[in-house]
């Protein structure tokens, strides 16, 4: 009896394993090249700086040159630390 309940349980695991990874796939790549405050693309921004978020270093933070200039406020969307400073 133990022995089944096991079994059935690591199906569902490897199937909704698959599913998350096809779900997040393209939220990354979306996420990837803009600036956090104001959703530019940072591709041909040398200025850009992208730095692990000061509060849990979970998210990148990206943020583009002119944001840096007029010390555009930002958010973590994993912790919500509120930035510049
Ligand atoms: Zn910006
Ligand atoms: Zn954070």
Do not use: W
């Amino acid at each position: 009896m133990a022995k089944k309940k096991e079994e059935l349980r690591k199906e569902v695991k490897e199937e909704t394993g698959s599913q998350e990874i096809l779900r997040e796939a393209p939220l990354q790549s979306m996420s990837r090249d803009v600036c956090i405050s104001c959703n530019m693309s940072i591709v041909n921004d040398s200025s850009a700086v992208r730095f692990p978020c000061p509060n849990c270093g979970k998210h990148t933070i990206i943020r583009c040159s002119k944001c840096r200039k007029i010390v555009a406020k930002y958010k973590c969307p994993v912790c919500g630390f509120e930035g510049p400073n």
